[in-house]
């Protein structure tokens, strides 16, 4: 082990050749790493300032567990219930039984790291971002506590989220898709998704005083989530999430039909897309309903987010800009829309012909 530096503290260099510094605080011995002497000596400097002036982080006996629980209660009222609900199992699935019963005093960046590995050599690569994230934004309020002295995810690789390309169905298999489905109970729910391009949850608490006939547009302000096997309706994911879309025609018709017949059945419910008892449906009956319909008709299976895919592939496939359908979708920015559409964009034919024509 190299020898330290007069005035620097115990600094040592570890056998793995990282470097370690140590510090006695109130009878408890403080540690810290690094890859460099720079690096801890600057992290022992700050272990330094923070016990001259009692703010030293002190974990105690504190798990990964505790830190996670204690987050996610007290944090509860200022995510959205979706949100909570993701964060809650993904750290139950995939964060408890890794890191749950490290010390904060020794939850080390390469720790994280290899767990987040783990779960995308599964082949999870949206669930390892994720649990980045409900680690990361735990790990902050940690630190607000005193429990962490510094958030260790941020020296950890944020897992990069490779999105999957979403199977779609051609214009053919769209028409024999609504021909077929016409007879269905759920057919004027999965012709508006297609034609709106709203997410199923947006369509599920639609009221009719959202629906404009007149106008043929519908105004997307709620929004019911699946959260712990309950149905809840919140506000939409992001300001842009509200939003009015406007409808083709037909599909005005289909809303108008499907007014008829609520009428006529005398159901007491103001919700568009009620189940038989007028209560909000829930998701997973449409998700049911539409793989069952899809195997009888012979198509290649969609969920009901695939209808919103298939709206917008559509589009874009049709030469419609791309800040139209961003909009459409309620997507936060435009940015969203080219990352997951990037393959259905039209080719740039214009484009080309016009630099021909500079060219020459």
């Given at each position: 082990m190299a020898r330290r530096a007069r005035g620097e503290g115990s600094i040592t260099q570890r056998q793995d050749g990282r470097w370690q510094a140590s510090l006695q605080v109130g009878g408890v011995r403080r540690t810290v790493y690094g890859a460099t002497r720079t690096e801890v000596v600057r992290k022992l400097a700050e272990l330094r300032r923070q016990a001259s002036s009692d703010g030293l982080a002190d974990p105690g006996k504190r798990t990964v567990n505790d830190m996670l629980t204690t987050w996610l209660e007290t944090a509860g009222p200022t995510l959205r219930p979706a949100t909570w609900d993701s964060y809650s199992r993904t750290a139950d699935r995939y964060l408890r039984p890794t890191l749950g019963d490290t010390r904060l005093a020794h939850l080390q960046p390469a720790r994280i790291a290899t767990c987040l590995a783990r779960i995308e050599r599964e082949g999870h690569w949206r669930t390892a971002a994720l649990a980045y994230a409900a680690l990361h934004r735990a790990c902050v309020f940690a630190v607000r506590w005193g429990w962490l002295s510094e958030n260790p995810c941020d020296r950890v690789q944020r897992p990069r989220y490779r999105a999957e390309r979403k199977q779609v169905?051609?214009?053919?298999?769209?028409?024999?898709?609504?021909?077929?489905?016409?007879?269905?109970?759920?057919?004027?729910?999965?012709?508006?998704?297609?034609?709106?391009?709203?997410?199923?949850?947006?369509?599920?608490?639609?009221?009719?005083?959202?629906?404009?006939?007149?106008?043929?547009?519908?105004?997307?302000?709620?929004?019911?989530?699946?959260?712990?096997?309950?149905?809840?309706?919140?506000?939409?994911?992001?300001?842009?999430?509200?939003?009015?879309?406007?409808?083709?025609?037909?599909?005005?018709?289909?809303?108008?039909?499907?007014?008829?017949?609520?009428?006529?059945?005398?159901?007491?419910?103001d919700l568009v897309f009620p189940n038989g008892e007028g209560k909000p449906l829930h998701p997973s009956t449409v998700e049911h309903a539409l793989r069952r319909e899809c195997e009888r008709l012979g198509l290649p299976p969609l969920t009901p987010h695939g209808l919103r895919h298939l709206h917008a592939s559509l589009l874009l496939a049709e030469g419609v800009p791309l800040p139209a359908v961003s909009r459409r979708l309620g997507h936060a920015d435009t940015g969203v829309t080219a990352r997951v559409y990037a393959h259905a964009v039209r080719a740039d034919d214009e484009g080309a012909q016009a630099i021909a024509r500079a060219l020459r």
């Open positions: 169905w051609r214009p053919e298999q769209v028409r024999a898709f609504l021909e077929g489905s016409q007879e269905h109970w759920l057919y004027p729910l999965w012709y508006t998704a297609i034609a709106s391009g709203c997410r199923l949850g947006e369509l599920l608490a639609l009221h009719w005083q959202d629906v404009d006939f007149d106008g043929a547009t519908i105004t997307i302000a709620k929004t019911l989530h699946r959260v712990a096997g309950r149905v809840v309706t919140g506000e939409p994911k992001t300001a842009s999430g509200q939003r009015t879309v406007t409808l083709p025609p037909e599909a005005t018709q289909v809303l108008r039909q499907q007014r008829g017949r609520q009428v006529l059945a005398g159901v007491a419910t």
